[in-house]
Structure formats: structure tokens, C-alpha cells
């Protein structure tokens, strides 16, 4: 947290009204050129706004490591949502629910040994409601050049609500207060999305759209369909509102392959392709 606070403290100079209040801008379409380039609602150091090729929408950040040779977060592509408190950003932003994962999708070019890596904190009272904050976070050592989904699970120690959230992401393993990085490791990130408990799928449904998954009980696929064109995505989530995996419909059809799956329940959610939710809906896997 310390090296968090130097980057803070860093940024905070120049980007006095760079940060929005709230957790917006999830995939990264709106920006601020104050201080140079950074995502609204955020403040960073080495981010770039990348047009075109999106997981979501029309633009994404990409965050570059400089490859200073020091563990200063001044190292590090790094970036964090922010609030605007007066004239003077804070780490974090307001959030009053208590979300059991952060989703989202990520690229990365890797130089060497360095690590690319995010991480979620919830807060009440500027005190972490995490079992292990440390952990509530994803890395990655190995280039993926194709969008590769993330969940971040978060575990709570008690039954308090947050009253903030905290957003961190960073191309170089400076930043995380390891040795210094390399120049030129690149992460991307898009379509960030907080799920909630229980179904996680909590949403304004579409009544025209119909869908059914068959066999259901399942035991090795189960073939999803859709009255609609609309359909894009179908995203799937265990009991407890965790992240499995995603998959594009093919028409209006979808085939899911249920040989890693374990046996139970399972939901569903299906996009349009703009990522807004059409439809949700359970199964069921058995061995």
C-alpha cells in the first residue's frame, strides 16, 4: 500500500479534476487529457487510449511499463480508480454494495520476467472488509495476445457493508514492490464488471427473448439457444455468482463443453452484442 500511496501522491498534482465520482467507465470509453492521457475516473502513469479492437464498445486502456530501474511505482504502467473530493483526488470511489468478484478481460505483452497484475480492496471506514486483500487480485506472467477473461473473487471477513471500492492494475512488477521491470510490458484491460451475490446476474430482462438449454440436467455439453439474433454472448456463473466462462453464439446457438465443470447448479447470462444483458437463466451438470 505504501508504494500505491507514492503513485498517489504523484499524480495527484496534475490530475486534480481528472477523477469522476462512482464506478464508471468501466471499459474505458471516456478519457481526460489533464497531465497527460488517463481513463476518467482514474489516475495513471503510462496509459494509452487504444481505439479499435475492443472486447466491449470502441476503446480500451492499454498501461506500458517505462522500465525504470528502480522499484518506484514511477516504474510502472499503472493506474487506479480515483474520486474527486473537493479539489483533491482519493483513492477509491463511493460503492455501498458488497460484490463477490470483480470480472474483466485483459491482454499483455510480457518482456522478460515481468508480472502484469490487478487488484481489488473493499473498504468501510478506510479498512479493508477482505480476508486477504492481498489476494483478492489476478497476475499474469505470459504474453496472451487474445482477449482472456479474469475474475477476481472476494472474500469477506464479516457482514459490514463497504463504502468504497478500490481498483488497481499495473504493467510492471515495480509496482507490486518486487525488483524493478521491464520496458515495454504492456497490459490492456476492458469491460470491467462488479458481480454481486447469490445469481450475480441481477439485470432488466427482455421479454421478447426467449431461451432454452438442452439436455438440462446436462452431463458433457449443453446446447443453448435463442429466438433472437441479438444474442452474442452467453456468460456462465457457478451457485455463488462466480465466473466460469464465456462463449459467443454461433447463430443462435451456443455450444458449452461441461467436461471441467463440476456437478450443480449453473447460470447463465446472455449479451447482446453491445454487452448489455438479454436474458438470464440456470442449469444444471451431473456426473
Known amino acids: 500500500m505504501k508504494k500505491t500511496s507514492l503513485l498517489f501522491a504523484f499524480v495527484c498534482l ?4 481528472a477523477a469522476q465520482t462512482g464506478l464508471t467507465n468501466l ?18 502513469l503510462g496509459a494509452t487510449q487504444i481505439t479499435g479492437g475492443a472486447q466491449h464498445l470502441n476503446s480500451y486502456v492499454r498501461l506500458t511499463s517505462n522500465g525504470q ?6 516504474a510502472a504502467g499503472a493506474m487506479q480508480l480515483a474520486t474527486l473530493v473537493g479539489t483533491v483526488p482519493v483513492s477509491g470511489a463511493p460503492y455501498t454494495q458488497k ?6 478481460y485483459y491482454k499483455c505483452n510480457i ?9 481489488v480492496d473493499m473498504t468501510k471506514n478506510f479498512q479493508s472488509l477482505l480476508n486477504s486483500p492481498a489476494t483478492a487480485g489476478f497476475k499474469a506472467t505470459v504474453t496472451t495476445t487474445v482477449w482472456t477473461s479474469f475474475s477476481i473473487a472476494l472474500t469477506y471477513t464479516g457482514t ?29 484491460l476492458d469491460n470491467l464488471s462488479f458481480i454481486m451475490g447469490g445469481t450475480g446476474l441481477k439485470q432488466i430482462e427482455n421479454e421478447n427473448i426467449l431461451l432454452s438449454a438442452f439436455p438440462n440436467p446436462a452431463n458433457d455439453k449443453i446446447y443453448l439457444e435463442s429466438n433472437s439474433m441479438l444474442a452474442e454472448e452467453v456468460i ?19 455450444d458449452i463443453d461441461l467436461g471441467n465443470y463440476s456437478p450443480g447448479l449453473y447460470y447463465y447470462s446472455v449479451l447482446d452484442k453491445n454487452g448489455m444483458k438479454l436474458k438470464t437463466d440456470k442449469f444444471v451438470v451431473i456426473k
Not at 496534475?14 to 479534476?17: A, N, P, Q, T
Not at 530501474?69 to 514511477?74: C, H, K, L, V
Not at 460484490?99 to 474483466?104: E, M
Not at 518482456?111 to 487488484?119: A, E, H, Y
Request: no cysteine; net charge positive; proline share 5%.
Open 14 to 17: 496534475s490530475l486534480l479534476s
Open 27 to 44: 471499459s474505458f470509453e471516456t478519457w481526460t487529457t489533464i497531465a497527460g492521457p488517463t481513463p476518467s475516473g482514474y489516475v495513471s
Open 69 to 74: 530501474a528502480t522499484t518506484s511505482p514511477s
Open 99 to 104: 460484490p463477490i468478484a470483480l470480472t474483466g
Open 111 to 119: 518482456v522478460g520476467t515481468d508480472t502484469v497484475f490487478g487488484r
Open 160 to 188: 459490514f457493508n463497504p463504502d468504497s471500492a478500490k481498483l488497481y492494475f499495473a504493467a510492471n512488477k515495480a509496482y507490486a514492490g518486487r525488483a524493478a521491470g521491464s520496458s515495454g510490458t504492456t497490459l490492456d
Open 236 to 254: 456462465i456463473y457457478n451457485g455463488l455468482g462466480l465466473y466460469i466462462e464465456s462463449k459467443k453464439f454461433e447463430g443462435k446457438r451456443a
